[in-house]
């Protein structure tokens, strides 16, 4: 049995939702925080260098939002991606595309 925790790269491009979902996660033993980015473009560059095991994804970022993102990750490098929204009723929708994308 693996022992190794499980890498987690945090994706929002709000500071403060990176500082929680990061210390939420952080504070599992079994979960490591390995890098966070705030927007598609460092996301892109960061599973690329890090491969990290799962991401949070932000749906709403300025530029390449996390639908793009998620595109671009199940195509290249797919991993389970944990999609992340503060929208209500468009953010319902835009979760429901990205399950159609892969997210989890």
């Known amino acids: 049995m693996d022992s190794s925790p499980i890498r987690v790269l945090v994706v929002d491009d709000s500071a403060f939702m990176r500082k929680v979902i990061g210390n939420m996660l952080s504070s599992d033993s079994r979960i490591s925080v390995v890098a966070a980015a705030r927007n598609g473009d460092e996301a892109l560059a960061q599973v690329k260098a890090l491969k990290p095991d799962v991401m949070t994804l932000d749906i709403e970022m300025p530029g ?12 290249e490098m797919p991993l389970p991606v944990i999609m992340v929204s503060s929208l209500t ?5 835009q979760t429901l595309t990205a399950l159609d994308l892969g997210a989890v």
């Open 64 to 75: 390449m939002n996390g639908l793009d993102v998620l595109r671009h990750v199940m195509e």
């Open 89 to 93: 009723e468009e953010g319902a929708r």
